[in-house]
């Protein structure tokens, strides 16, 4: 498989009044064209600081970061924006959708702005929304309005889709119905995604299981046979 991102020594340090905070301790890491990665961590083991600085929402304290062999810690704020919106989808734990928009609506902000975007309609159609588009939020279901979510982020069919905790605030049932469509949605546009949680059982997902503690990577598995969100039980 091509790389598409490239970490080495990453490093982030928080500056907290009279103590320093080491949030990432010289992480190295490959990611790889339409691979599943699922990144496992107790809280405060550095799961979030890495996504942040791996989607450009961040910088690293030290260490070097590339995609398809461009750097990205050296980019001024105006060039890490354009990165962010020509190559990096969001999902986040809360849907963050604008209350007074309807679903095509919330969806239709992305693609106004995203170089190759797909129709806002067929993105929701892409996670079983297709009859939902005018529907507000305060109309939908929790896990209706996080796979509103998803089709906003998949909507400007972005190279990469970074996954925070995307079931956290949903029931088990729910939780999978989400997962699954991440899951059908990242192989049918061939999106490398990585999921970040702290439930062992997303974990049967992925092609590469990474376990991030104290802020460094304390080992990688890969899964020889991915499970269907479908499958999963916890």
Not at 156 to 184: N, R, S
Not at 213 to 228: A, C, F, H, L, P
Request: a negative charge; proline letters at 3%; glycine letters at 10%.
């Amino acid at each position: 498989m091509n790389t598409l991102m490239q970490a080495r020594g990453l490093t982030k340090v928080y500056d907290m009044g009279e103590v320093q905070v080491q949030a990432l301790r010289g992480v190295d890491l490959d990611l790889f064209e339409g691979e599943f990665i699922v990144l496992l961590g107790h809280s405060g083991s550095g799961k979030s600081t890495l996504l942040n600085i791996l989607g450009g929402l961040d910088r690293p304290s030290e260490g070097h970061l590339s995609f398809q062999g461009e750097a990205i810690e050296s980019l001024s704020d105006q060039d890490l924006t354009t990165f962010r919106r020509e190559n990096i989808g969001f999902i986040f734990q809360m849907y963050n959708l604008l209350p007074r928009l309807t679903a095509r609506e919330n969806v239709e902000l992305v693609t106004e702005v995203a170089m190759n975007p797909m129709e806002p309609q067929k993105a929701l159609e892409m996670v079983g929304l297709g009859n939902r588009g005018e529907h507000f939020p305060s109309q939908m279901s929790g896990g209706e309005q996080q796979r509103v979510a998803i089709a906003r982020a998949i909507a400007k069919q972005p190279k990469m889709l970074f996954c925070d905790e995307p079931t956290g605030a949903l029931d088990v049932h729910t939780g999978i119905v989400v997962l699954d469509a991440i899951q059908k949605t990242s192989e049918s546009l061939g999106t490398t995604t990585v999921v970040i949680t702290h439930n062992v059982t997303i974990a049967g997902m992925a092609d590469r299981v990474i376990h991030l503690v104290d802020g460094g990577i304390s080992k990688i598995e890969s899964n020889s046979k991915r499970m269907r969100a479908q499958e999963l039980r916890w």
